[in-house]
């Protein structure tokens, strides 16, 4: 497979995916089970790596916060041992000022959230007719239309799963290939593939061979055509099955 990145322009920073992860795992943000979101996060870094996502520096670093308090909370508390004149006090938590960022970028990014609401809201209010305005929206905005309701986040984790159900079912080779997967070819499969299923499929069906960089390059691909808008991947709920749909104009096209 030949070598190819990706940026994270999707992803926001460590701090959302840490705030993913909490919520993920319905804990209290003021009380997070540090071994447990550590392991977590560490796979998703695990995952970003292998895929071969260009992962910013901020995110080794916060791997390495992370484990600097998972090392802190194993130590024993030597205030046990102190004088009786010395037991009132208490070390900080080391998990304080962490949490202390969460809870601000929780605030910010819930007002961004509220008034992103309202711009909708406002945008069903027009004082004349509606005018194309597609001339005046971004690259990026035009990009980030592409995914409705499923982040970056629960690609990767669909990704994660899709992996262990297969090393489940298929016995574990060790053999060595010399082809090639073009994420190009591939990406005209995917399209080929919801045409011949009136533009939609789940996500797993786009993963049928069982070959590790066929597997990684089928990712890569459809997160290039989010990227380019020739599909929208959709999610009812969370942790329900990612669906994945050919827009209106590639079917024409098609």
Same mark, same amino acid.
């Given at each position: 497979?030949? #070598?190819?990145?990706?940026?994270?322009?999707?992803?926001?920073?460590?701090?959302?995916?840490?705030?993913?992860? =909490?919520? @993920?795992?319905?804990?209290?943000?003021?009380?997070?089970?540090?071994?447990?979101?550590?392991?977590?996060?560490?796979? *998703? $870094?695990?995952?970003?790596?292998? $895929?071969?996502?260009? =992962?910013? #520096?901020?995110?080794?670093?916060?791997?390495?916060?992370?484990?600097?308090?998972?090392?802190?909370? &194993?130590?024993?508390?030597?205030?046990?041992?102190?004088? !009786?004149?010395? &037991?009132?006090?208490?070390?900080?938590?080391? /998990?304080?000022? &962490?949490?202390?960022?969460?809870?601000? *970028?929780?605030? *910010?990014?819930?007002?961004? @959230? !509220?008034?992103?609401?309202?711009?909708?809201?406002?945008?069903? %209010?027009?004082?004349?007719?509606?005018?194309?305005?597609?001339?005046?929206?971004?690259?990026?905005?035009? /990009?980030?239309?592409?995914?409705?309701?499923?982040?970056?986040?629960?690609?990767?984790?669909?990704?994660?799963?899709?992996?262990? +159900?297969?090393?489940?079912?298929?016995?574990?080779?060790?053999?060595?290939? #010399? @082809?090639?997967?073009?994420?190009?070819?591939?990406?005209? @499969?995917?399209?080929?593939?919801? #045409?011949? +299923?009136?533009?939609?499929?789940?996500?797993?069906?786009?993963?049928?061979?069982?070959?590790?960089?066929? %597997?990684?390059?089928?990712?890569?691909?459809?997160?290039?055509?989010?990227?380019? /808008?020739?599909?929208?991947?959709?999610?009812?709920?969370?942790?329900?099955? %990612?669906?994945?749909?050919?827009?209106? !104009?590639?079917?024409?096209?098609?």
């Amino acid at each position: 497979m030949s #070598s190819y990145q990706v940026k994270l322009d999707r992803f926001e920073g460590p701090l959302d995916l840490l705030l993913h992860l =909490i919520n @993920q795992a319905e804990v209290d943000i003021y009380d997070i089970p540090v071994s447990q979101i550590t392991e977590q996060y560490l796979s *998703y $870094i695990h995952t970003m790596q292998e $895929i071969q996502l260009d =992962i910013a #520096s901020e995110y080794l670093v916060m791997a390495a916060t992370l484990l600097a308090i998972k090392s802190k909370m &194993l130590l024993p508390n030597p205030s046990v041992e102190m004088e !009786e004149e010395f &037991l009132d006090y208490e070390d900080d938590d080391p /998990r304080d000022e &962490l949490v202390s960022r969460l809870v601000e *970028y929780r605030k *910010y990014k819930e007002a961004a @959230q !509220e008034l992103k609401e309202k711009e909708e809201q406002r945008s069903f %209010i027009h004082t004349r007719a509606a005018e194309d305005l597609d001339q005046y929206i971004s690259h990026d905005e035009k /990009r980030d239309a592409s995914i409705q309701g499923v982040s970056l986040f629960d690609m990767l984790s669909a990704y994660q799963k899709m992996l262990r +159900r297969k090393s489940l079912k298929i016995p574990q080779t060790r053999t060595v290939r #010399s @082809q090639e997967y073009s994420i190009e070819d591939r990406m005209n @499969q995917v399209i080929d593939v919801l #045409s011949q +299923r009136n533009g939609t499929c789940r996500f797993e069906e786009l993963f049928e061979v069982a070959e590790k960089p066929q %597997i990684v390059v089928t990712f890569l691909a459809i997160l290039e055509l989010m990227k380019t /808008r020739a599909i929208i991947c959709t999610q009812s709920h969370n942790f329900a099955d %990612i669906l994945i749909c050919q827009m209106e !104009e590639e079917k024409s096209d098609g």
